[in-house]
């Protein structure tokens, strides 16, 4: 189904990333990862197409530390999570740190308009009990908000709740992650209404569990059956009620969020299946791409196991992407395979491609999930450069774009804004006047 949207009359408003808003706070900001409506669009963004370090910048701010969180955006607030390494001999390279180096697990609120530090909060200093993948870091998951509440997770180094204004609400401890050889953790956490929902799939024991966002206390907890994980749980309305879909090696899963209670299940997918789902209208979108492809377009309302049912709509299986999540604008499907620059452009009613794993010109490797605004796909690279599509199933470039920093975040966008986050700087990218 949609996410999950009132009549425009009442007065309050749900949506799919966040808890209660507005309408037009929804869409004029950037409350989660995979923005509004969880599928990588702003309904209203307009930032350029084109851009450099001496056009169309209006602040690069460095960043401490090392982090592939993607910063999120309200109203004139920008929220970055970062571990700053603490210590002698630190050296705020991801690719250098190990778990013998001390974090500061950190949250930074930055002001819109000019990139400065509004505040700062040190949520949590500790070793790592284990180290990361050299391409990224500890601070992988990105924080979500309603407007009131901003849920930031650094995994196994807590769970924290903190107004806008940076006064901490609660934190929770659920243990220590350990990750298939040791490649860190980045499933961010999904936030509805009073909800929040976290992922907890490692080589120990696994669970989904849901904590209230006013006091963190636990609603329920859910053991699963899965590997390592790096997934985002995806909140959707489904007969009317919200539903957790959540990707996995062994298993997407639907869970009801009022209770947990499993919904339906499917197989299909391959090992280390990253992507998070991605909505369309009365089905889900679910990709991976390690040691194979798969996608699948899952009808909702069913129950039980639909692996090789008829709710499966219809499915490719080649070109998926490993870490990048795909990007859905109206009926236009973009996903990368693997984490090149290899793009697919199909039709999500009927998997029918326009464009079948053409290259993209100027870029390397992606890590970053594509996003899309004002009719136009941004997808940046992990050696700076950006390319901007049409959107359209046919690829056709508008632009590329290169900055002096390298990309792994995904990317945000609201209003004429446009910020990427590289290794060592966040780039506000928009319309000079």
């Not at 509004?36 to 169309?56: F, I, L, M, Y």
């Amino acid at each position: 189904m949609k996410p999950l949207r009132l009549p425009p009359a009442l007065a309050v408003t749900f949506t799919l990333a966040a808890g209660i808003l507005s309408a037009a706070d929804s869409s004029r900001n950037w409350p989660a990862w995979r923005g509004p409506d969880h599928t990588g669009v702003s309904p209203t963004a307009n930032p350029p197409t084109r851009w450099s370090e001496q056009e169309n910048l209006r602040w690069k701010q460095p960043i401490p530390g090392a982090g592939t969180a993607t910063p999120i955006l309200w109203n004139d607030l920008v929220f970055v999570l970062t571990a700053i390494p603490d210590g002698d001999g630190a050296s705020g390279s991801p690719a250098k740190e190990s778990p013998a180096t001390r974090q500061k697990f950190t949250v930074l609120a930055l002001d819109r308009t000019t990139g400065k530090t509004r505040w700062e909060r040190i949520a949590r200093v500790q070793v790592p009990h284990e180290g990361h993948h050299k391409d990224h870091g500890f601070a992988s998951a990105s924080p979500v908000t309603d407007g009131e509440v901003l849920v930031a997770s650094f995994g196994s180094y807590g769970i924290y709740g903190f107004t806008l204004k940076g006064d901490l609400l609660w934190e929770k401890d659920l243990g220590d992650m350990r990750t298939r050889n040791g490649f860190g953790e980045g499933s961010s956490p999904a936030l509805f209404d009073n909800t929040v929902v976290v992922l907890w799939d490692h080589e120990g024991d696994d669970f989904i569990v849901a904590l209230d966002r006013r006091t963190g206390s636990e609603l329920w907890r859910v053991n699963r059956e899965e590997p390592t994980g790096w997934s985002t749980p995806l909140i959707l309305s489904s007969g009317g009620k919200p539903i957790v879909v959540v990707n996995g090696t062994n298993k997407v899963r639907a869970y009801d969020l009022a209770t947990g209670r499993l919904l339906w299940e499917a197989g299909g997918q391959t090992a280390n299946a990253i992507p998070s789902p991605v909505p369309f209208e009365d089905r889900v979108i679910v990709t991976s791409g390690f040691r194979g492809s798969a996608l699948q377009v899952i009808r909702l309302g069913r129950s039980g196991d639909l692996t090789g049912s008829d709710a499966i709509v219809w499915n490719r299986s080649k070109n998926t992407p490993y870490v990048p999540s795909p990007l859905l604008y109206g009926t236009h499907l973009f996903y990368l395979s693997g984490n090149t620059a290899m793009l697919s452009i199909v039709d999500a009613t009927t998997g029918t491609p326009g464009t079948d794993a053409e290259r993209l010109p100027g870029i390397q490797g992606v890590y970053a999930s594509p996003v899309g605004a004002a009719g136009r796909v941004y997808i940046a690279g992990r050696d700076g450069n950006t390319v901007v599509l049409k959107n359209a199933l046919k690829l056709e470039v508008l632009a590329t774009n290169k900055l002096d920093d390298g990309f792994d975040a995904s990317p945000a966008l609201s209003g004429a804004d446009l910020l990427l986050r590289g290794r060592q700087s966040l780039y506000c990218i928009s319309e000079s006047r």
